[in-house]
């Protein structure tokens, strides 16, 4: 098996072409350096022309849904990272709405563990806020904290932790460990029934609204939480112009909150549910094109910090059904970077130095996490990826490594092409396509051996 690879003529993060060595599990020489100590080890060593292609660091998802365990029909632990590794990912944060749920130090600690054995990224578990994200009781927040999975990002998403005594005490609790309490801000009574964006849409073709103020209340009101105890706040899948304007504000005024936005927010708006296709069906909904302007206005100025999939895997069971029986959720992982690429580097607004920003450093800053979200520098962990943006493809959800189809991107052409991708110099993907035994134990130095 091939441990070391030259990278020729790679641009990183879209600057000036030059050679990258990685090898030992690190970037091991850049430039004329790297080339002079491919020479010394030539047995093992692979070439890659990477000629026009972008070097960044591995890509970070905050946001995950990996459903093991309770869900293994539409996506496992192995199946999905599988998927983040073809999408330039190193390292995702699994979110806690298992069965059984992410609430206890024995249920984070074993999706930490089989994140570990799959191989494919690292899987930072998301430990839920409250107990069954039931809304009542605080979960283990400590003790998930101080287990072998070191949590540190806290969420019920799928759900709103919407009474704010036990927002407050969340925001509270996790500042003995640094963590952060990551909100899927929904307020219940606002949405009672909604299937989709409440708007001009909605009222034509007869489905129950979503008003973008349901949103924008529940930040507003965590945002003042935040300050007044003055902890770390995250705002999950951030969709409306309003919510950009909240947390503007708030980071005027010095509030410890980051944002995210999900890809099919920056490129899909509420003009797709006319068909009745629940493969658009998702929560928050998808919004207006003025709000999918704001949003990319919010991410390129950075009053929104990252970019995060919300990958939601279903079954076709829950998926190929009519709309309003149909489960909230898209796939993303393996589109990701492309739909960056298209809506914010093709267009201008951003440069692949943002790129990175977005994608890797600030979530891996967010969530705590080691390694990763690093320069690209000499002596700096190999978690990489090698992006061709020259290239072009049709999404085709039934050949990704997703376990589920439910892409919203079918049939779309995008452009962006994961070449390779590196987890501590281990190869997880070449030539675009997920390597064979990933956990091979000789690479698995540096890695927390569960
Ligand atoms: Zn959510």
Known sequence: ????????DVRPLGGEPTDVLVAGGLVAAIGPEAGDAAENAPDDLEVIDAT?????????DLHTHLREPGREDAETIASGTRAAAAGGFTAVHAMANTTPTQDTAGVVEQVWR???????????????????????????????????ARVRVFSDDGKCVHDPVLMRRALEYVKAFDGVVAQHAQEPRLTEG????????????????????????IIARDVLLAEHVGSRLHVCHLSTAGSVEIVRWAKSRGIDVTAEVTPHHLVLTDEE???????????????????????REGLADGTIDIVATDHAPHTREDKDCEWAAAAFGMTGLETALSVVQQTMVDTGRMTWAD?????STNPARIGRVEGH?????????????????????VVEPERQATASANSPLRGRELPGRVVATFLRGRATVLDGVPQDDPADPRFAAGRVTP
């Open 194 to 217: 909604a299937q989709m964006h409440e708007g001009v849409v909605s009222a034509e073709i007869g489905l129950a609204g979503w008003p973008a103020v349901a949103e924008e209340a």
């Open 373 to 393: 979200g690093r320069p690209i520098a000499v002596g700096e962990p190999a978690n990489l990826v090698l992006v061709d943006p020259e290239q072009r493809r």
């Open 355 to 359: 790129v990175a920003r977005v994608l």
């Open 52 to 60: 026009g292609m972008v070097l960044l660091p591995g890509l970070v």
């Open 1 to 8: 098996m091939t441990a070391q690879y030259l990278l020729k």
């Open 273 to 295: 549910a006319r068909g009745y296709d629940p493969v658009f069906k998702v929560n928050p909904p998808l919004r207006t094109q003025a709000d999918v302007d704001a949003v």
């Open 114 to 148: 089989l994140g570990a054995q799959a191989g494919w990224t690292d899987v930072h578990p998301v430990g839920a806020v409250s107990v069954g994200l039931a809304g009542e009781h605080l979960a283990e927040l400590g003790a998930m904290a101080d287990s072998a």
